[in-house]
């Protein structure tokens, strides 16, 4: 999580000084528990919410891929899928940690929206496993393949929320 | 849309290519549920259409989910039907009245802030409710 990154983003951050306590930063309240190392180079923050997007998506986009070729193969939903569906959730639980840890003490609007957008993600998948899995035809992982496109749909959106309205930075 | 392997007519409508249907159904009735209802309970006044139109779309994707489920196959054609004249008629007002759409609805713009997808959904629907109309009279009277 301390991982040095890019220069060129650190540019915005240079208008906080570490530790000054400027309105509405999250990292100026001691006594969060490992909160105030990563936050003393923000930058990084910036980093995992990056990759973990990536992540996400590159998950997310993958399953889909994979279950509309099983969809086409005519395969009923089986152990492996629900491992690939495992993991995306894995993937979005940490998403929804991040979110946790940084959106509340931060500025900026469309909170609300972002956990709800989080959150329906975590839950779309799952549902569409039980959904799917009772079905006989091939449509059953069909289901859960379209599942994935929903949460990639719902995690641009998160995206756009962290990019343009949150501001974890403070 | 696998209508030609296979489909019995003891299926159900929620059952095979359907299960989608309703998956996709149910995910925008909430997402679209959800947002109405917070932007009519907070900023209503700032673009009354807009939500209005959201609220009710949110509320067809609903009726056509359970109706799919339920098996009722004429109040899904009907649901349908009314979500495809809705996403037509409001895109095509949304380009003509400006002033009525100061913010944007599910079907605005023909739904090119949910990736036209309420444009493409209610299509793909009523193909797969006539597909199966069709089977059905076919083989059961």
Same mark, same amino acid.
């Given at each position: 999580?301390?991982?040095?990154?890019?220069?060129?983003?650190?540019?915005?951050?240079?208008?906080?000084?570490?530790?000054?306590?400027?309105?509405?930063?999250?990292?100026?309240?001691?006594?969060?528990?490992?909160?105030?190392?990563?936050?003393?180079?923000?930058?990084?923050?910036?980093?995992?919410?990056?990759?973990?997007?990536?992540?996400?998506?590159?998950?997310?986009?993958?399953?889909?891929?994979?279950?509309?070729?099983?969809?086409?193969?005519?395969?009923?939903?089986?152990?492996?899928?629900?491992?690939?569906?495992?993991?995306?959730?894995?993937?979005?639980?940490?998403?929804?940690?991040?979110?946790?840890?940084?959106?509340?003490?931060?500025?900026?609007?469309?909170?609300?929206?972002?956990?709800?957008?989080?959150?329906?993600?975590?839950?779309?998948?799952?549902?569409?496993?039980?959904?799917?899995?009772?079905?006989?035809?091939?449509?059953?992982?069909?289901?859960?393949?379209?599942?994935?496109?929903?949460?990639?749909?719902?995690?641009?959106?998160?995206?756009?929320?962290?990019?343009?309205?949150?501001?974890?930075?403070? | 849309?696998?209508?030609?392997? @296979?489909?019995?007519? /003891?299926?159900?409508? +929620?059952?095979?290519?359907?299960?989608? &249907?309703? =998956? $996709?159904? #149910? !995910?925008?009735?909430?997402?679209?549920?959800?947002?109405?209802?917070?932007?009519?309970?907070?900023?209503?006044?700032?673009?009354?259409?807009?939500?209005?139109?959201?609220?009710?779309?949110?509320?067809?994707?609903?009726?056509?989910?359970? @109706?799919?489920?339920? /098996?009722?196959?004429? +109040?899904?054609?009907?649901?349908?039907? &009314?979500? =495809? $004249?809705? #996403? !037509?008629?409001?895109?095509?007002?949304?380009?003509?009245?400006?002033?009525?759409?100061?913010?944007?609805?599910?079907?605005?713009?023909?739904?090119?802030?949910?990736?036209?997808?309420?444009?493409?959904?209610?299509?793909?629907?009523?193909?797969?409710?006539?597909?199966?109309?069709?089977?059905?009279?076919?083989?059961?009277?």
């Amino acid at each position: 999580m301390c991982e040095v990154s890019h220069a060129v983003k650190s540019s915005r951050g240079a208008a906080v000084p570490n530790g000054s306590g400027a309105p509405g930063q999250a990292a100026a309240s001691p006594g969060r528990g490992g909160r105030a190392a990563p936050l003393g180079g923000w930058v990084s923050v910036v980093g995992v919410i990056e990759w973990l997007y990536l992540a996400v998506q590159a998950a997310a986009l993958a399953s889909a891929a994979w279950f509309f070729v099983d969809t086409a193969r005519s395969k009923e939903v089986g152990r492996a899928h629900v491992v690939g569906v495992v993991v995306l959730e894995a993937l979005l639980l940490a998403q929804l940690v991040t979110a946790i840890a940084l959106v509340p003490g931060a500025a900026g609007e469309g909170k609300a929206m972002l956990f709800s957008y989080v959150v329906t993600a975590l839950l779309v998948p799952v549902a569409a496993l039980f959904w799917g899995s009772i079905d006989r035809s091939r449509w059953g992982i069909g289901t859960v393949a379209c599942a994935c496109l929903v949460v990639a749909a719902l995690m641009l959106r998160v995206h756009q929320i962290w990019e343009y309205q949150v501001d974890v930075v403070g | 849309m696998s209508s030609g392997e @296979a489909a019995p007519s /003891g299926r159900s409508l +929620a059952e095979g290519f359907g299960r989608l &249907v309703v =998956l $996709v159904y #149910v !995910v925008f009735a909430l997402s679209a549920g959800v947002r109405a209802g917070f932007q009519v309970a907070t900023k209503f006044d700032e673009a009354p259409i807009s939500y209005s139109l959201s609220a009710i779309a949110a509320l067809i994707y609903l009726v056509a989910a359970v @109706a799919i489920v339920r /098996g009722a196959a004429g +109040a899904a054609l009907a649901a349908v039907g &009314v979500e =495809l $004249v809705g #996403v !037509v008629g409001v895109g095509a007002l949304s380009h003509v009245v400006l002033d009525w759409f100061p913010e944007a609805s599910v079907w605005s713009h023909f739904g090119s802030g949910y990736g036209f997808v309420p444009l493409v959904l209610p299509v793909v629907g009523l193909v797969y409710l006539l597909r199966r109309r069709r089977d059905r009279g076919v083989s059961s009277p």
